[in-house]
Nanobody, 124 residues
């Protein structure tokens, strides 16, 4: 059984920064792609960023490109999301996910395990 636990969410003013963390356990997470998604109230879950198993391949949604950075530490089985220049529209619950493949994709259906989410609120 795979477990993903997110942390690092909170309240921040527009223009500020937050760093989210996801700790993985239960399988060799370093062999699989990992991603961050988010879901705002009344909206569907959307892709934010993904990283390949070695961390050399990263993909971002256009809405966060240049502001967010995904990275992973395979020795610690963690993946993080550095979020800079935050905007009120970034407000959402952020979810960590892992795939059964080493190839990162932007489709939610690609990922088979999900964390419980961490709230990020950006005030204007």
């Amino acid at each position: 059984q795979v477990q993903l636990v997110e942390s690092g969410g909170g309240l921040v003013q527009a223009g500020g920064s937050l760093r989210l963390f996801c700790a993985a356990s239960g399988r060799t997470s370093s062999s699989y792609a990992m991603a961050w998604f988010r879901q705002a109230p009344g909206k569907e879950r959307e892709f934010v960023a993904a990283v390949g198993r070695r961390g050399e391949h990263t993909y971002y949604a256009d809405s966060v490109k240049g502001r967010f950075t995904i990275s992973r530490d395979n020795a610690k089985n963690t993946v993080s999301l550095q979020m800079n220049s935050l905007k009120p529209e970034d407000t959402a619950v952020y979810y960590c996910a892992t795939s059964g493949s080493d190839i990162p994709r932007s489709l939610a259906s690609w990922y088979d395990y999900w964390g419980q989410g961490t709230q990020v609120t950006v005030s204007s």
